[in-house]
């Protein structure tokens, strides 16, 4: 599988903007990326995704380079609810799976 | 529209007995994986069936093994238990195929093994 790689930790403060960063050098051409976030005590929650353009939805916006080894997720207004591991993962166009690394841990201040 | 539904939330066992953990699909969703998440980790791909079949599986052994019904709920079944087997178990269903679906994921079974 093609591998990720993502800070460990980042800190936002309330209200603010969060970018956060994948590399994803490896990418293959059916790769889509994903991103999820797992807020304690819960399940991975599903944020978006995209394959080649810019995505935006209710929850966030995906911004993916012209290359596509890179990906930003950004939260265009970062909330105390938003504190989570933060996964960026690929998953190619067949009856692939989620393989999940450790994730960024993003902490939210007030 | 409903989510993924798993029971129990929490279980406790003794080493050596067997466990069954149960997931019920968001609807309309006909493939359903299972994922062992250990504290402090990310969650590990155990399997993934879609329409009854497994059409994929981790690096898990065989004592590691699942059901999917026709209404498209699930089971994973569990032998011979472990200590290392203590961790929240995901169960997480999708539309068929293809990388552009999310997947919706249930809150998890934290089992623990004594």
Not at chain 1, 35 to 61: C, D, K
Not at chain 1, 69 to 74: A, M, V
Not at chain 2, 27 to 52: C, D, K, M
């Given at each position: 599988?093609?591998?990720?790689?993502?800070?460990?930790?980042?800190?936002?403060?309330?209200?603010?903007?969060?970018?956060?960063?994948?590399?994803?050098?490896?990418?293959?051409?059916?790769?889509?990326?994903?991103?999820?976030?797992?807020?304690?005590s819960q399940g991975p929650e599903y944020?978006?995704?995209?394959?080649?353009?810019?995505?935006?939805?209710?929850?966030?916006?995906?911004?993916?380079?012209?290359?596509?080894?890179?990906?930003?997720?950004?939260?265009?207004?970062?909330?105390?609810r938003d504190a989570a591991v933060y996964?960026?993962?690929?998953?190619?166009?067949?009856?692939?799976?989620?393989?999940?690394?450790?994730?960024?841990?993003?902490?939210?201040?007030? | 529209?409903?989510?993924?539904?798993?029971?129990?939330?929490?279980?406790?066992?003794?080493?050596?007995?067997?466990?069954?953990?149960?997931?019920?699909?968001?609807?309309?969703?006909?493939?359903?994986?299972?994922?062992?998440?250990?504290?402090?980790?990310?969650?590990?791909?155990?399997?993934?069936?879609?329409?009854?079949?497994?059409?994929?599986?981790?690096?898990?052994?065989?004592?590691?093994?699942?059901?999917?019904?026709?209404?498209?709920?699930?089971?994973?079944?569990?032998?011979?238990?472990?200590?290392?087997?203590?961790?929240?178990?995901?169960?997480?269903?999708?539309?068929?195929?293809?990388?552009?679906?999310?997947?919706?994921f249930g809150s998890g079974t934290r089992?623990?093994?004594?």
């Amino acid at each position: 599988d093609a591998k990720t790689t993502q800070p460990n930790s980042m800190e936002s403060n309330e209200e603010e903007p969060v970018h956060l960063p994948c590399n994803h050098s490896t990418i293959s051409g059916t790769d889509y990326i994903h991103w999820y976030r797992q807020l304690p005590s819960q399940g991975p929650e599903y944020v978006i995704h995209g394959l080649t353009s810019n995505v935006n939805n209710r929850m966030a916006s995906l911004a993916i380079a012209e290359d596509r080894k890179s990906s930003t997720l950004i939260l265009h207004r970062a909330t105390l609810r938003d504190a989570a591991v933060y996964y960026c993962i690929l998953r190619d166009g067949g009856y692939s799976t989620l393989t999940f690394g450790k994730g960024t841990m993003l902490l939210v201040s007030p | 529209e409903t989510g993924v539904t798993q029971s129990p939330t929490h279980l406790i066992k003794t080493r050596g007995q067997q466990v069954t953990l149960r997931c019920s699909s968001q609807s309309g969703h006909n493939t359903v994986s299972w994922y062992q998440q250990a504290l402090g980790q990310g969650p590990q791909f155990i399997f993934q069936y879609y329409r009854e079949e497994e059409n994929g599986r981790g690096n898990f052994p065989p004592r590691f093994s699942g059901l999917q019904f026709p209404n498209y709920s699930s089971e994973l079944n569990v032998n011979a238990l472990e200590l290392d087997d203590s961790a929240l178990y995901l169960c997480a269903s999708s539309f068929p195929t293809g990388g552009g679906y999310g997947y919706t994921f249930g809150s998890g079974t934290r089992l623990t093994v004594v």
